[in-house]
T-cell receptor, first 115, second 111 residues
Framework: EPEVTQTPSHQVTQMGQEVILRCVPISNHLYFYWYRQILGQKVEFLVSFYNNEISEKSEIFDDQFSVERPDGSNFTLKIRSTKLEDSAMYFC?????????????FGPGTRLTVL | QKEVEQDPGPLSVPEGAIVSLNCTYSNSAFQYFMWYRQYSRKGPELLMYTYSSGNKEDGRFTAQVDKSSKYISLFIRDSQPSDSATYLCAMSRGGGNKLTFGTGTQLKVEL
């Protein structure tokens, strides 16, 4: 069964460093998303991406964040200068948009720890 | 008022019980409703997906949406210890739109 994959599973970084989180969405999907979940809190939307551009972003997704689809399979989230409060699980998701289908399938997540 | 409200639990039930999980929401623009299951430190796993109002059944799981009351439910019949997890409701306005999640309800099914 197709699935969303993410690497790395765990990333430890120093405050102020840049990190890139990587995702491979399900191959025939058209919409791609990043969400995050701070420990003990709810899953929060960061950004959605369609047709090679951002379609929607939240207040969390400020200038320190960027997304890219560098090739036909990968989808990345970059945090330019990490802060302590960026420590969270980051989930990539994808969906195929055909008619009423909007099921979003999530990857296993990358746990980001900022020291 | 939060956009999506969900009782965080924890909810503890004996094996074989019927479990009822619920969410309320305030945004009448939501059209797509989902239930995800999440094990500790894992990604959300899609369980049920419903468009607009109505019921949907899949094995031991039934999802109900009442848009007039802005209320959605997930029922689990014959609950098993393996159902122990956090259940997240999520909803969106339309295809390709962001999901807005509830806080999740922690469920424990005991032997």
């Amino acid at each position: 069964e197709p699935e969303v994959t993410q690497t790395p599973s765990h990333q430890v970084t120093q405050m102020g460093q840049e990190v890139i989180l990587r995702c491979v969405p399900i191959s025939n999907h058209l919409y791609f998303y990043w969400y995050r979940q701070i420990l003990g809190q709810k899953v929060e939307f960061l950004v959605s991406f369609y047709n090679n551009e951002i379609s929607e972003k939240s207040e969390i997704f400020d200038d320190q964040f960027s997304v890219e689809r560098p090739d036909g399979s990968n989808f990345t989230l970059k945090i330019r200068s990490t802060k302590l409060e960026d420590s969270a699980m980051y989930f990539c998701a994808s969906s195929e948009r055909q008619g009423s289908h909007n099921e979003q399938f999530f990857g296993p997540g990358t746990r980001l720890t900022v020291l | 008022q939060k956009e999506v409200e969900q009782d965080p639990g924890p909810l503890s039930v004996p094996e074989g019980a019927i479990v009822s999980l619920n969410c309320t929401y305030s945004n009448s623009a939501f059209q797509y409703f989902m239930w995800y299951r999440q094990y500790s430190r894992k990604g959300p796993e899609l369980l049920m997906y419903t468009y607009s109002s109505g019921n949907k059944e899949d094995g031991r799981f039934t999802a109900q949406v009442d848009k007039s009351s802005k209320y959605i439910s997930l029922f689990i019949r014959d609950s098993q210890p393996s159902d122990s997890a956090t259940y997240l409701c999520a909803m969106s306005r339309g295809g390709g739109n962001k999901l807005t999640f509830g806080t999740g309800t922690q469920l424990k099914v005991e032997l």
